[in-house]
């Protein structure tokens, strides 16, 4: 099978990725070994089920939609390939070519009881995966495609790449390794990926390979400020006046090192905002000079706390503070839920950022 397959691939052609040389396949070396048997489970699975983290983000959707299309257009013997998110979907990426064709658990009627191979990118813990989380542990293959550094490895094969500055990124790897020509809508999903998890392009993750990468995908199609202005410049009047509130209302510690904010129910109500408009608001609180740890509280509609945490500094890793209650996610950005009301939250996490805090400013 995997000689099949590379003889098609073969004759699909390397398309974008004629710069393949063998310097970079030494620099991969270690990926390599994994990609092969990401690719020879690829070779075999008639039926994909592709999910993610519940609450998706740009890097969620842009990956799973940048392995459908590529999976479906260069491996014809793939019969199906579902992606299905558990919980709601954020309108912010209704702009992605094939988003509509992304299922929610809750409202799907067509899935099959077992898959043959199923693909989780973007997520670190299975506890994430929400109600798809069954549907990963019962296929007969799995695949956990990431890039955090809490990625518990929990699939059959696990393809984490930490130093990708996105699941993106790691998607734009295996494909190249599997010499499937990009075209519009796998580049302009993968660059959506690339573009949010980098904070458009300005976080420490920007590498000299992420920007080759992303050359690569504007030549297969991706267009840059269509997706920008899509991304960044189109928000709803609710969200504007909703972080206005909340960025009004924010509370720090005596130095002004940590900066939160909380957000309940009812201040969502008042400004008509659902949870997805609340994204963006921890990044405005950590470009105050002063601060060193961002914070936003989100009510949830259960009644506890949905973490969202930013670092401002490389010695300070947020991460490991929310591993303490269960979350994770990368040194800078991460986030947990903590299973205490929003009025409680705050004083069971912010004595812990305040002592990391110390510690950072301890250190000369
Ligand atoms: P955000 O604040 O944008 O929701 O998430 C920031 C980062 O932390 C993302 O990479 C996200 O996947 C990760 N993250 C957020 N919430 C959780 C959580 O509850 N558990 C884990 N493991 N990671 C999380
Ligand atoms: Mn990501």
Known sequence: ???WLSIAWEKLGSGNFAGYNIVQKIAFARSLVIYEDFIAAI????????????????????SMLGFKFALEKACPHIQRVDCVISGKMPDAYSFL???KEILRMETASTLLTQYDMAISVDCGSPDRLGLARPYFEGA???????????N???GKINVVETTAAASAEVAFDILKEMRIPLDANIATCLYTGIVTDTGGFKYGNTTAKVMETTAALISAGANPEYIFKQLYEEQPLCQVMLQADALL???????????WAVVTRELLTQHGALDEHIDGLVESIRRIDSVLVAVVFKETESGITKISIRSDTHDIDVSAVMG???????KMAAGCTMEFSITDAPEKL??????????KLLVP
């Open 1 to 3: 099978m995997r000689f």
């Open 43 to 62: 070779g075999e699975a008639r039926t994909i089920f592709i999910t993610a983290h519940v609450g998706p983000d740009g890097d969620t959707l842009g």
């Open 97 to 99: 070519p094939g988003i």
């Open 140 to 150: 007969k293959n799995s695949a956990n495609i990431d890039h955090h550094i809490s």
């Open 152 to 154: 518990d490895r929990f």
């Open 249 to 259: 209302h924010t509370r720090f510690n005596a130095d002004k090192t940590i900066g």
């Open 324 to 330: 303490v209650f269960g979350g994770g996610g990368h």
């Open 350 to 359: 912010l004595p812990l950022l305040e002592e990391k805090v110390r510690q």
